[in-house]
Structure formats: structure tokens, C-alpha cells
């Protein structure tokens, strides 16, 4: 069907009604109201207006509906599935043809600005913000202002990445571009000014100071079965010549097993006990052989030096997934074109002058820094603001010659993401209650 024939259709549901009529009808959208899918958002959508009708009863009312109707059959523009926006009354009665032209805007407005809530959860690694949209408010103040073609149009993700998809998805209608074009609407409608945006399908690193774009960097990332996670974190302050404390995964798979061949492994790479036997801070009078995986009681630490994994920089980031930033002793994986061979934490070549550019935008810094590195001993420098990191998986981007490159689905992101947005679509548009929150 095409959109003027769906144009049609729902016109046909929205009957002339005079403004005296109006109020005759205000229980009637009340009621459909209540029972729509969305109770939350359009009822209070229709308090906003003292339960009068939107979409009829004058010559403005009935172009906004042709107008908010003509959106919604053009959805897939944006990477919307416009099944999730017909509008379904099952009655012929104004008010609940009013309220369901209603109920599918408020859904299409939350999904182009913020995102399906519940395609966020289709990865569990996920820690990017919640954003929330008062869109009952939104379309109210545009309906009375006379802007509602103004407002929809703002809440399309202003980002020139996500212009740069929809228009390659205009070209050539793809899955793995509607995809991203999802993962765009997740991120704040502005992103900060001086941030860190490492794309973990790339592999690759981008620093931003006010607002340009002043550092790119190689960087080594989670592999398949350990993935980098999507989250926001804050950068809060340097690590110097770093300690590495063993996460106790890596200490029961890989480093146990190495103790089990040889008990003075510890020793011969610069790592301690931290809770071991006293006097013994290598365990050479522990019996290896004998400990198993499920029962291994100790934390170990690597001290820092040339054998250290974190080399010789740690950019340090608090979050739930304890991942961060770092340098690392083994360099010869940056010209690798697979980088996916990390346990999860990020590994970045240009380290040294991300770490300058973090702590102030002054080149002594970076003498600094490396006199410090030069002593070989630990400290930590604050950064004199917090600074955003953002681990996002990009598998469509622009080159620098403006041209479309494609990455591999190397955690199968794109995947699961694509079968989720072609689960069965609902019968009638819902708004989850992060619509109802300013």
C-alpha cells in the first residue's frame, strides 16, 4: 500500500467533526484512550488538551493529520519499520480514531529520538545511558503552536554519522545500516565537545577537544568470546608505570595453568601474591598441581615494568565492566588488520598523547608524562575535569574521503539486533515510560 492510499485510510477513521461537537466526544476518547496499548503517554497526551480531539474539528487539525500520517508510511526513511505505526481502531467512532493516530505518533517520536527500549537489551553488555523524551508534552506544544512538522524533524539523531547512513540507506536499503542507525539514536542527541569514542567493530579510537576532531589511534579490543562492552564511562585521572591486579578469570585460566608447569612463574614475570603464604610473595611453597580452577584463593599482582601488560599508561575509568584504556608491551598487534585479541579492555597505540590531551591541552604535558614514565615508579595524575569515553560498535562508517565502509558483525551485534527489529511488529503504537519523562 502506498503512503497516500495509508494517508487515505486514516482520514477515513478521523470524520468531520464541528467544534461544538467536540466536547460530545471528549468520553469517547477518554475511554479509547485507557484501553490503548499506550495508556500512559496518550491519556496524558489528551489531559494536555482537556480531552479534546487533534487531529479534527478544523481545517488545521485535519492537515496535521495528513501530515502525521504521511510520516509515519514514510518511517522506513529513517530505519523505522512503518508496521509498528499503522493505525488499527477496530471501531468506527471518532474519538478512538483520534486516539489511535495519536497512540502510533507518540511511539514513532520516541523511537526516532531515543531508540526502542527493548532493543537495548538484546546485548547484556550494554551501559550507555538511558535517555527519556517528554513526548506527550512534545506533540501537544507543537499541535498548539502550529510546529508539528518543526518538532518531528527535530528529534531525527542531528548527528552527520547517522545523516550519512540514512542517506546510503536511501541508495541502498540494508539491515546492517538500519542497525546502526538504532545504535545512533542510544547516544546523547549532542555528544560532548572533548570526548574519546572508540569503535570497537574498527578497532579504532577518535579523540574530540572542542569539538574537533584532534587525535586517531589504532587500538587492540575484546575478542569474540571476551567482546569489548557498549557503555559510557568518565575518564577521571592516569595510572603512571601501572600495576596489573590479575583479574581472577585470566589468574584460573591462563596463569594457573603456566604455575602448574613451572611454580616459579610468578617470579620470573614480576608478579606477587597479595594475600599468598607469609614470607612467600611468589608462592613457591604452594602446591600448584594440587589447586584446582573453582578453588583458587589468591589475587595476584604484576609490578610494573617491561613485562607488564598495561605497559607503561593506564587511562583510568570506573565502570561496571572494569574496562579502560591502556598502553601495552606487546606493540606488534597494532599493525595486525584483525585487533580483536583483547580480554576486553582497550589497548591504544597513541597512547602517550591521548593521555597528554587528557590531562591538558599544554604540549609540556607530554614531557611530563614521559619524564614520570622515566623514574619507573607509580603515580597517578588526576584529570583536572572528567572526561567522556564512549565504546560504541560501528559497523558502517565514513572514511575520510566521505565514503561507506562496512566492518565485520565481529560480536554479532548486527546480528541479534536485526532479528530483534524484525520480530512480529504490536498491533496498535506503545510508548514506554521512558516517553513520559523530560
Known amino acids: 500500500m502506498t503512503w497516500r492510499l495509508i494517508i487515505a485510510s486514516v482520514l477515513l477513521l478521523l470524520p468531520q467533526i464541528s467544534s461544538g461537537q467536540a466536547v460530545d466526544i471528549a468520553a469517547q476518547i477518554q475511554s479509547a484512550a485507557l484501553s490503548a496499548d499506550d495508556a500512559g503517554a496518550t491519556g496524558r497526551f489528551y489531559e494536555l488538551r482537556n480531552n479534546l480531539p487533534a487531529w479534527n474539528g478544523s481545517a488545521a487539525a485535519r ?26 481502531t477496530g471501531s468506527w467512532n471518532p474519538g ?14 520516541c523511537d526516532l529520538a531515543i531508540g526502542r527500549p527493548e532493543l537495548r537489551g538484546v546485548d547484556r553488555d550494554m551501559a550507555l545511558p538511558v535517555r527519556t523524551i517528554d ?193 601495552t608491551s606487546s606493540k606488534a598487534a597494532f599493525v595486525r588488520t584483525d585487533r580483536h585479541l583483547s580480554h576486553g579492555c582497550v589497548r591504544v597505540e597513541q597512547i602517550l598523547p591521548l593521555a597528554s590531551y587528557a590531562l591538558s591541552a599544554d604540549p609540556g604535558t607530554l614531557d611530563k608524562i614521559t619524564a614520570l614514565i622515566g623514574t619507573g615508579e607509580t603515580r597517578y595524575l588526576a584529570m583536572p575535569k572528567r572526561l567522556p569515553v564512549y565504546f560504541v560498535y560501528w559497523t558502517a562508517t565514513q572514511d575520510l574521503s566521505n565514503n561507506l565502509t562496512l566492518h565485520q558483525d565481529i560480536y554479532g551485534r548486527d546480528q541479534r539486533l536485526i532479528s530483534a527489529l524484525r520480530a512480529k511488529p504490536v498491533r496498535v503504537a506503545s510508548s514506554s515510560p521512558d516517553c513520559l519523562r523530560g
Do not use: C
Open 96 to 109: 478512538a480514531g483520534d486516539v489511535a493516530l495519536t497512540s502510533a505518533l507518540l511511539r514513532y517520536m
Open 135 to 327: 513526548a506527550p508534552w512534545l506533540l501537544h506544544e507543537a499541535l498548539l503552536q502550529g510546529e508539528l512538522e518543526r518538532m518531528l524533524v527535530t528529534l531525527i539523531p542531528p548527528h552527520p554519522e547517522y545523516a550519512m547512513l540514512k542517506a546510503a540507506l536511501a541508495v541502498t536499503p540494508d539491515d546492517q545500516l538500519v542497525a546502526n542507525m538504532e545504535r545512533w539514536r542510544w547516544l546523547p542527541a549532542y555528544l560532548e565537545p572533548d570526548r574519546i569514542m572508540v569503535n570497537t567493530a574498527a578497532a579504532d579510537l577518535q579523540m574530540w577537544l572542542g569539538g574537533k576532531l584532534v587525535l586517531t589511534s589504532r587500538v587492540v579490543v575484546g575478542t569474540r568470546a571476551n567482546p569489548s562492552p557498549m557503555l559510557r564511562a568518565e575518564g577521571v585521572g592516569i595510572t603512571v608505570n601501572p600495576s596489573w591486579t590479575v583479574p581472577h578469570s585470566i589468574a584460573t585460566k591462563e596463569i594457573l595453568p603456566k604455575l602448574k608447569a613451572s611454580r616459579t612463574y610468578l617470579q620470573k614475570n614480576d608478579m606477587v601474591l597479595l594475600n599468598g603464604p607469609a614470607g612467600d610473595p611468589h608462592g613457591l611453597t604452594v602446591n600448584w598441581r594440587a589447586m584446582r580452577p573453582g578453588s583458587f584463593p589468591y589475587r595476584i599482582r604484576q609490578r610494573p615494568g617491561p613485562r607488564n601488560p598495561l605497559g607503561q599508561i593506564k587511562i583510568e575509568l570506573p565502570n561496571q565492566f572494569d574496562v579502560y584504556l591502556h598502553d
Open 63 to 88: 492537515a496535521n493529520a495528513k501530515r502525521a500520517t504521511a510520516v509515519l508510511a514514510d518511517a522506513a526513511r529513517e530505519g523505522l519499520d512503518p508496521a509498528r505505526y499503522r493505525v488499527f
